[in-house]
């Protein structure tokens, strides 16, 4: 059973976009305007036959190679695909390469519209409102910024639970930094 191209651009049609055909590849090539991202192209490829969807932003990220924050920016990458569903990276150290992709498996089952549109619409919110904002932060200062988020809503929860407790922390903090100072030479 799986998907074919026909199915996907019909999918494609409903929502009044432009694409085209690759057909060598078995895929349809499609883009959308984005807001962080200069040219969001946007490949939809079925492998195996119609039983293995891809879908999959190419070259969203450039310059990453010989970055002087590249594992930071790997890093980050691979954080925002452990607190987004779906969405995950690849990158092709032989070229430098990243991909923002959301794959799986159809086998037996069919393709609906509506899972098309969550993974279509998924793929861009996360990639355009979420990643690239983050990642290019992590490009120009080596810091992951949704780091420092986490970090204040852990603070956050703590207040809310354990009224008082941030002041104990911070005092014992304080404790321990005077400890461990020793006095200049």
């Avoid at 089952?109 to 904002?133: N, Y």
């Avoid at 120009?140 to 988020?149: H, M, Q, S, V």
Wanted: net charge negative.
């Amino acid at each position: 059973m799986g998907a074919n191209l026909k199915q996907i651009a019909n999918y494609l049609d409903n929502l009044g976009w432009d694409y085209r055909f690759d057909d060598e590849e078995d895929r349809i090539i499609t883009g959308v305007e984005a807001d962080n991202l200069e040219d969001f192209l946007i490949v939809v490829q079925l492998d195996e036959e119609g039983k293995f969807f891809r879908v999959f932003a190419p070259q969203v990220l450039s310059g990453i190679q010989d970055h002087p924050h590249k594992g930071v920016i790997l890093q980050t990458m691979l954080a925002i695909s452990w607190e987004t569903k779906m969405l995950q990276w690849e990158y092709d150290p032989s070229d430098g390469e990243i991909r923002a992709i959301i794959e799986f498996p159809l086998e037996d089952s069919i393709l609906t519209e509506k899972q098309f549109h969550r993974c279509l619409s998924g793929l861009i919110q996360i990639v355009d409102g979420i990643a690239i904002p983050r990642l290019k932060e992590v490009m120009a200062t080596g810091l992951d910024p949704g780091n420092i988020e986490l970090g204040e809503r852990l603070l956050l929860s703590i207040q809310e639970e354990a009224p008082g407790l941030l002041d104990l922390l911070e005092k014992a903090m304080e404790a321990r930094k005077k400890r461990g100072t020793f006095p200049s030479e």
